[in-house]
């Protein structure tokens, strides 16, 4: 129930109370106005009130008395089924009511609204190509639009089209090959959207190629199969070669007696309804019954086996019928000799015996057929004795830090050598190096230098062909003079930013070798790594080391070494102890800059990382790359009256720099990067000169 209230004009006014009851086909509306008049105010004489609108017109005349309280009397009242149409409709009504000192009058207006419109039927789907399926129904009613949905099973829906202007069909355009398609359709008018019309369907689009199509032969017949079928295809054309030999089938599906004469290839089309889909690519290739080829890959062909082991003789089964192997026989031997035949069953190799000599030897073998492949190639083998290394050197002790062992070798059909093998051992029997090596050397050099004092192994083995030496093998003792001691000095320079280092080689005398080689290195972490930093025949030498720690512990092992090998060595602390910020640049990073005014460092670190969303998980899932990344962003003030350290101008040359800068900090950090342009900005004046402020940031690289 609602109400609609006039305005009071002449101590009266008219208003209206109504309802509207809405059903699928009509509405039910009822309409009642009313006269009111105001407390205290009366009619001496009869009046007439007036309605109009969709009710119609009309009056009557109404008697008044004196109202003591605001009374109202009914002008109309009335009540009708509308039809709903597939549009609103607006109903208007009106009425005037009089009374002593005049007429009040008002009008209102109520909606019926359109209906919920009717479901299409008849609903169609046609098939025009791969691409396009146009759908049709029957309007029960005028459209604003019709909404089209398609779905592969009839569960899962996705909208394709909502054309409009009353349509009664509809094409759609984005259905594809090797498909599944079910509609359906809604009408939708001002009063909503229809319930969904019956599903049609489905229709089928051509089928995609089988794959993986395989046939093998059983007994008489061929059976041919697929790995995969195109998901909606219902039976299959099978063709051999160029004709059809299957019509409509199902998989896998036999092809009963074929030409046994003749090699058989398959290929297939999947079929759904009328639809015909594409060829698969064709199968293997079939024989029936048949004798192979003769075997292939003969070993050992043309090589040499030892007398005091078994040769294994092997081949491949080459079948032209798929039909593994039944039975071989195998044949050797000595020149133009008579035949030694061996025979067995399913095994693709023979273990034989055989006499110092060389053979000739060839196989054949059988499938399923009843006749013997042709016999194979003739290979050959020669037997002979294994060969003999014996280690001369070392023996017993052995004084020099580089080791060269020789050998001899010894086969006893002289026979060369044709690779060779070598290994160092230490006291646990360890192997420290191995070397191999191809011809007829019988020495070598290991690179790993022996310690003064230690017991290690050498054994060394050779091989003519593929037959292989036992390994010969020496033990000996290491000793030799090493030289005296290089001597080192290393200072910090706080002003440049580097340590300054002197090495120089230990003299000889009577009693101890020369030193030919000076070696340098340094490690910033307690001796775990070291880093070189000179190798030469420089006996003495000075230079400076421009990427040590600023702050800290530098370790600097200097290693002097004779012609033969042996070495000496010391290890000595340099401790930095600059308070400052260090920033490097330029060949050798050796173009310092000293930032010794409240600089601030930050570091941020971290590793590549990516979340990816999978089905059936409810988080996404982390995964971690190998990319590392560490960042430092430094801050803080130079002046531009420092001797000894950076200015701007300082600090814009060395980022200008070409390559890999450094920055070192008073924690003891040295991180090596790609430098950032360097900000500068001009802070108040201080006394003797101007204040700037710099920032930049480093990002380490290799």
């Not at 292939?296 to 092997?314: D, W, Y």
């Not at 399913?346 to 492949?373: C, I, P």
């Not at 030469?536 to 720690?549: K, N, R, Y």
Request: charged share 15%; glycine share 10%; hydrophobic share 40%.
């Amino acid at each position: 129930m609602a109400t609609s209230f006039g305005g009071w004009s002449n101590h009266t006014r008219v208003w209206f109370e109504y309802f509207v009851t809405n059903g699928d086909t009509h509405s039910t509306v009822s309409v009642a106005a009313y006269q009111q008049l105001e407390k205290g105010w009366y009619s001496d004489a009869t009046r007439t009130n007036e309605w109009s609108g969709y009710w119609g017109s009309g009056s009557q005349s109404v008697s008044y008395g004196y109202w003591g309280n605001e009374q109202s009397k009914l002008i109309r009242s009335w009540s009708s089924s509308v039809a709903r149409t597939d549009v609103n409709q607006s109903l208007s009504f009106a009425a005037t009511g009089r009374n002593f000192n005049g007429a009040a009058s008002h009008s209102f207006s109520l909606t019926v609204p359109a209906r919920v419109p009717l479901v299409p039927s008849s609903v169609s789907v046609s098939r025009v190509s791969d691409t396009q399926h146009t759908v049709a129904w029957t309007r029960e009613g005028t459209y604003v639009q019709v909404v089209v949905q398609r779905s592969p099973d009839g569960v899962a829906w996705a909208e394709v089209g909502r054309p409009g202007s009353n349509p009664a069909s509809f094409s759609d355009l984005t259905t594809a090959a090797n498909g599944r398609c079910f509609y359906r359709v809604a009408s939708v008018t001002a009063g909503g959207q229809s319930a969904w019309s019956a599903v049609v369907g489905p229709v089928f689009t051509t089928p995609a190629a089988p794959t993986g199509v395989s046939a093998a032969r059983s007994g008489t017949d061929i059976v041919v199969s697929v790995a995969q079928v195109p998901p909606f295809a219902s039976s299959f054309d099978v063709y051999d070669g160029a004709s059809k030999v299957g019509d409509g089938v199902s998989l896998p599906w036999t092809h009963v007696a074929p030409n046994p004469s003749v090699t058989h290839t398959y290929t297939l089309r999947g079929r759904v309804g009328a639809l015909v889909g594409d060829a698969s690519a064709p199968s293997n290739t079939v024989q029936l019954l048949t004798k192979p080829n003769a075997p292939s890959g003969l070993s050992p062909n043309g090589g040499v086996a030892p007398t005091e082991t078994a040769v294994r003789f092997q081949w491949t089964h080459n079948p032209v019928d798929t039909t593994a192997q039944t039975a071989y026989e195998l044949r050797y031997r000595v020149g133009v000799g008579a035949w030694t035949t061996l025979s067995g069953t399913t095994a693709s190799f023979r273990d034989v015996s055989l006499a110092l000599n060389t053979y000739e030897w060839q196989v054949r073998t059988k499938g399923e057929h009843v006749d013997w492949s042709d016999w194979s190639a003739v290979a050959t083998v020669t037997v002979i004795n294994r060969p003999g290394v014996a280690v001369l050197t070392p023996a017993g002790t052995w004084d020099r830090a580089v080791l060269s062992p020789t050998w001899s070798y010894f086969q006893a059909q002289s026979r060369p050598q044709s690779s060779w093998q070598a290994e160092l051992l230490n006291d646990g029997m360890t192997v420290v190096e191995a070397r191999t090596g191809a011809g007829a050397a019988t020495a070598m050099a290991f690179t790993t230098r022996v310690a003064d004092g230690g017991t290690y192994t050498v054994r060394v083995r050779a091989a003519t062909g593929d037959v292989w030496s036992e390994w010969g093998q020496q033990t000996f003792t290491v000793a030799y003079t090493k030289p005296n001691d290089p001597t080192f000095t290393g200072v910090w320079n706080d002003v440049l930013g580097f340590v300054d280092i002197t090495v120089v080689a230990g003299q000889a005398d009577d009693d101890t070798p020369a030193t030919v080689q000076l070696e340098v290195e340094r490690s910033i972490d307690d001796g775990v790594t070291w880093e070189l930093l000179l190798f030469g025949a420089e006996l003495e030498v000075t230079f400076p080391d421009w990427m040590s720690l600023s702050n800290g512990v530098n370790l600097y092992r200097v290693t002097g070494f004779t012609a033969d090998g042996a070495s000496a060595e010391v290890v000595v602390p340099v401790v930095a102890d600059s308070g400052e910020v260090w920033l490097s640049g330029g060949v050798g990073l050796s173009e310092t800059g000293r930032l010794p005014y409240n600089p601030v460092p930050a570091i941020s670190g971290g590793r590549e990382r990516v979340l990816h969303q999978f089905a059936g998980f409810e988080k996404p899932v982390l995964f971690s790359g190998e990319a590392l990344s560490r960042v430092v962003s430094v801050s803080g003030s130079v002046r531009d009256t420092d001797p000894e350290t950076a200015d701007t101008d300082r600090m814009i040359h060395i980022a200008q720099l070409d390559g890999l800068h450094m920055l070192r900090d008073p924690d003891g950090r040295r991180i090596i990067g790609a430098l950032s342009p360097v900000s500068t900005k001009r802070e108040t004046p201080a006394l003797g000169g101007a204040v700037w402020a710099y920032d930049f940031t480093l990002t380490e690289a290799e």
